[in-house]
C-alpha cells in the first residue's frame, strides 16, 4: 500500500493545530500542551517514534484539564492511534481513533484540516485491515474537508485522501474510477510535491 505511514495531527505544520484551538485551558497549560504536542509531531515526522509517543502522551496527559475532553484530547488520541497504525496495531488503534475522531468533531472541527486528516487515519488503518469500502468512504469524507481548505497541508492531505481513494477502488476491482483519480493527483503533484507522488501510478 502506498499510504504505509499513517498521517499525525495535520501531516504538516502541528502550529495549525495550536493556532486553532480553543483558548480553554490557563495560558501556562496551553503553551505546555502546544509544546509537547508540537515535539511530538515533529518526533513522528522524523521518524522518532518512541520520542513521539512520549511527548503526545505528555501532551495528552496536559490536555486531560479539558472538562469535558475537547478538541486538544482529540488530537493526542489522533497522534497516538498514527503510531499504532504505523506499528501494526489496528486493535489498539482503533478504538483510540474512533475517539479521536468523535471528539474533534464534537468540538466543531468537522470541516478543519485536523479532522480531514484523521479521516485519512481511518482510511489507512480500514485498508490494513483489509476493509476496503470503509476506507473508501472515509477517504472520500476526509477529499470532501480538504478540498474546501488552501494551502500546503491542504494540499496534501487531499492528496493523501485521493491516493487513498485511488487504492481503495483498486482493491475493488474498479480500476477505471482509479485511473479517473490520477489527473486530479498530478495536478496536486505539480502543485505541491510530496512523497505520495513517486507512488502515482503511471
Known amino acids: 500500500m502506498n499510504l504505509r505511514r499513517a498521517c499525525l495531527a495535520l501531516c504538516a505544520a502541528a502550529a495549525i493545530a495550536c493556532a486553532s484551538t480553543p483558548d480553554d485551558l490557563p495560558h501556562e497549560q496551553a503553551a505546555a500542551w502546544a509544546a509537547a504536542f508540537q515535539a511530538g509531531s515533529a518526533a513522528y515526522a522524523e521518524g522518532r517514534s518512541e520520542e513521539a509517543e512520549l511527548r503526545l502522551r505528555e501532551a495528552l496527559e496536559i490536555a486531560r484539564a479539558e472538562q469535558p475532553p475537547g478538541l486538544r484530547t482529540g488530537l493526542c488520541l489522533n497522534g497516538l492511534a498514527a503510531l499504532s497504525i504505523d506499528r501494526g496495531r489496528f486493535s489498539e488503534a482503533e478504538p483510540t481513533l474512533r475517539r479521536a475522531i468523535g471528539l474533534l468533531e ?5 470541516n478543519t484540516l485536523q479532522f480531514a486528516a484523521a479521516l485519512t487515519n481511518a482510511g489507512v488503518l480500514a ?13 472520500a469524507r476526509a477529499e470532501r474537508v480538504a478540498k474546501a481548505q488552501s494551502g500546503t497541508a491542504a ?48
Open 127 to 139: 485498508m490494513r485491515q483489509g476493509h476496503p469500502a470503509e476506507a473508501e468512504r472515509s477517504f
Open 106 to 110: 464534537a468540538a466543531g472541527a468537522g
Open 155 to 202: 494540499t496534501i492531505i487531499l492528496q493523501r485522501s485521493l491516493v487513498g481513494l485511488s487504492e481503495s477502488m483498486r482493491a475493488q476491482d474498479r480500476d477505471v474510477e482509479a485511473d479517473a483519480l490520477t489527473p486530479r493527483i498530478e495536478k496536486l503533484c505539480e502543485k505541491q510535491p510530496s512523497a505520495l507522488c513517486a507512488s502515482i501510478p503511471r
